[in-house]
């Protein structure tokens, strides 16, 4: 059975950083693409961030671009996203998902696996 788990989030200040981890197990990690898309409190999920299976593809939210970095690394079944310059706004549940390479970035919310999330909070 596919299992996502996320970690790292946390309290942190404006302008600062945090780096969000993804662990992956019960199925072949690197056959599958990976998003992490965030829901901020009384909001609707929204997409952060994707990467291709190798990871030599990545694409950005308009909002996010130039401050996240997304990885993975396929030999730990792991996948990252390092956050800096951190936004009040940035904040929220971030959770991981898989999905078909075949979704591309815009199908996100038809990832069929998805972690439990993991509490970013940013202040001013």
């Known amino acids: 059975q596919a299992h996502l788990v996320e970690s790292g989030g946390g309290l942190v200040q404006a302008g600062g950083s945090l780096r969000l981890s993804c662990s992956a197990s019960g199925y072949t990690f690197s056959n599958y693409a990976m998003a992490w898309v965030r829901q901020a409190p009384g909001k609707e999920r929204e997409f952060v961030a994707w990467i291709s299976l190798s990871g030599g593809i990545t694409y950005y939210a308009d909002s996010v671009k130039g401050r996240f970095t997304i990885s993975r690394d396929n030999a730990k079944n792991t996948m990252y996203l390092q956050m800096n310059s951190l936004k009040p706004e940035g904040g929220g549940i971030y959770y991981c998902?898989?999905?078909?390479?075949?979704?591309?970035?815009?199908?996100?919310?038809?990832?069929?696996?998805w972690g439990q999330g993991t509490p970013v909070a940013v202040s001013s």
């Open positions: 998902a898989a999905g078909l390479t075949a979704y591309g970035r815009r199908r996100w919310r038809d990832f069929g696996t």
